[in-house]
């Protein structure tokens, strides 16, 4: 597949409480691509210009986000970039697992992806034939035992996803 966009999938910064910086990882790691998108908890709005040093960010707000990160980009958005159709959303919500609620947040788009966060845990998974992806979190491993993030390329023939993983957050 010949490659016509990179996308940087980031969620769960929770910055300054886990970092006031990028870690080098993930700032090397995401470097050259076309756009980044966050799936929300970035917590202050100053990261908003961090990811934006190196390429252009769009995003959904988390649940510990402010006013101010919502009023820039609200809870849920349908993108199509490139082609691709790609619903993005932070994904908490009530009584069942993260993955069920970013799929119900689209269950009435023609979506190819859906971008979600909250859980802090990498998934990649297909439900109702809609690919979803938790790029787990780039600051806030919890209970996992590395940082991550994604990088979707999307290009002639479709489009792939992957993680992509570090231990190191300095």
Request: charge should be neutral; glycine fraction near 10%; avoid cysteine.
């Amino acid at each position: 597949m010949s490659v016509r966009t990179r996308i940087a999938l980031v969620s769960d910064t929770h910055m300054p409480h886990r970092g006031k910086d990028l870690p080098k990882a993930l700032f090397e790691g995401i470097a050259g691509v076309d756009l980044i998108l966050h799936a929300g908890d970035w917590t202050a709005p100053y990261v908003v210009d961090l990811f934006a040093s190196i390429a252009p960010v769009d995003g959904v707000t988390g649940n510990n986000d402010d006013a101010e990160i919502y009023s820039r980009f609200g809870r849920r958005k349908l993108l199509t970039v490139d082609g691709t159709r790609i619903g993005l959303v932070h994904g908490d919500g009530f009584a069942r697992p993260t993955e069920e609620t970013a799929r119900r947040s689209f269950s009435k788009e023609d979506v190819d992806l859906i971008v979600f966060g909250h859980s802090h845990t990498p998934w990649k998974g297909e439900l109702n034939g809609v690919l979803l992806f938790n790029p787990g979190s780039a600051m806030d491993k919890r209970r996992e035992p590395r940082y991550s993030y994604g990088i979707l390329e999307i290009g002639s023939s479709g489009f792939t996803v992957k993680h992509s993983y570090y231990s190191d957050k300095t």
